[in-house]
């Protein structure tokens, strides 16, 4: 293979791998946090957050 082709491959290949593990870590954190937004008594607070007035 040429050189100029070697590192193409090279480079695409660190794009997918920096990918897949930014991918693996945000899923990772997305668990790990999400009791804290499950939790019942933050119910209200995110409520109004995400929705401060009621809809149509």
């Known amino acids: 293979m040429p050189l100029k082709k070697v ?5 695409i290949a660190s794009i ?3 990918l897949v593990i930014s991918l693996i870590i945000r899923n ?3 668990t790990i946090g999400m ?6 008594k933050y119910t209200d607070v995110w409520s109004k957050i995400m929705m401060p ?3 149509p």
């Open 35 to 40: 009791g804290y937004y499950m939790d019942a």
């Open 28 to 30: 990772l954190g997305a």
């Open 7 to 11: 590192k193409i491959l090279r480079w």
């Open 16 to 18: 997918i791998a920096v």
């Open 53 to 55: 007035e009621p809809g």
